[in-house]
């Protein structure tokens, strides 16, 4: 007996020696300023827990591109995976995969399906942890500043990446929530879909404009979407007619925010979105409880305050 248990000590030891451990982290796309940031974080942990972790993705924010990526990490059996799945349905089979080669997951920033993990419900139940700020919340955030800014009249609309994407969803979700409660008069014109790309996003803010001539404010809803809709106002010569609202900290936004072309960002803090998803994998790895969920924070930018140090440090990483 005291032999078995000596083995036991001793396999249970080594498991893990610390810098044995390799985590792999996916993002939605590689080159979008959010994920580098959210990297940084992650190689932060990493080098505080002594592991290594991984940035592996595709160029452009979808399943197609996203799919293979993940397959080929699992291939390369990680300990561990930490993913932006780019769609809360497409990505569910793709990801069990991963658990049943028995490597766990842990989403950052988006999720899938209900993003309720590991409570016995649903079909993607079983990521370990769910790290992301509250998308819901920071829809909201953009119709309260979207009604201060044009009151309680004419048209707006939501830029937006593409259907069934976690985060954006619920950006759009509570913005529409926010308007209808804040400032109902407001019109919601139907949302335009950019797949990621500023310059659909620019062309399509001329169309709406055109075919809308009371368009008082766009909500562009993510880096991309909310970089187009600005160039947009600023070709058509809106600029201090039509307020934008963006979402997300890139360099480019904040420098539209200097000049007055967009009026307020909401910055989601993606660094510790990466170090949390890695300090809850390693936990997990090391059989340690972790929480199914770890909300992150924003930061609100304004003309007012972004001279500040306190809010210019949450600006993206390029
Ligand atoms: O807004 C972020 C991220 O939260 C979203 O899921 C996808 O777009 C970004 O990466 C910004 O481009």
Do not use: W
């Amino acid at each position: 007996m005291r032999k078995l248990i000596a083995i036991l000590v001793l396999v249970a030891g080594m498991a893990f020696a610390q810098s044995d451990i390799r985590l792999v982290l996916i993002p939605g796309l590689t080159t979008d300023a959010f994920y580098i940031t959210m990297n940084k974080g992650a190689q932060a942990a990493a080098k505080a827990l002594g592991i290594t972790v991984d940035f592996q993705g595709a160029p452009n924010f979808n399943p197609v591109e996203q799919i293979p990526v993940l397959d080929a990490v699992i291939a390369s059996k990680p300990d561990g995976i930490l993913i932006a799945p780019t769609d809360k349905v497409q990505l569910v089979e793709p990801l069990r995969k991963a658990v049943e080669a028995g490597i766990p997951v842990v989403t950052v920033d988006t999720f899938i399906d209900d993003g309720k993990y590991q409570d016995g419900a649903g079909d993607g139940d079983f990521p370990v942890s769910y790290i992301a700020s509250d998308n819901v919340a920071g829809g909201m955030i953009a119709a309260r500043a979207m009604c201060n800014a044009i009151g309680n009249a004419g048209s707006v609309y939501v830029s937006n990446v593409n259907p069934g994407i976690s985060t954006t969803d619920q950006r759009e979700e509570g913005f529409k929530a926010g308007i209808a409660e804040i400032c109902p008069d407001v019109h919601v014109l139907e949302t335009q879909f950019n797949e990621d790309d500023s310059s659909t996003a620019a062309a399509q803010f001329q169309a709406v404009l055109a075919s809308n001539p009371d368009l008082a404010g766009v909500f562009g809803a993510n880096l991309f979407s909310a970089l187009g809709a600005a160039n947009g106002v600023e070709a058509a010569g809106k600029g201090g007619d039509v307020t934008v609202i963006a979402f997300d900290a890139p360099q480019s936004i904040v420098d539209q925010i200097d000049s007055g072309l967009v009026d307020m960002t909401i910055a989601q803090h993606p660094f510790e979105i990466g170090y949390y998803g890695v300090i809850t994998a390693y936990a997990n790895l090391t059989g340690n409880p972790v929480p199914p969920h770890i909300g992150t924070g924003y930061t609100v930018m304004t003309k007012d305050n972004i001279a500040d140090p306190e809010v210019q440090k949450f600006i993206y990483s390029e």
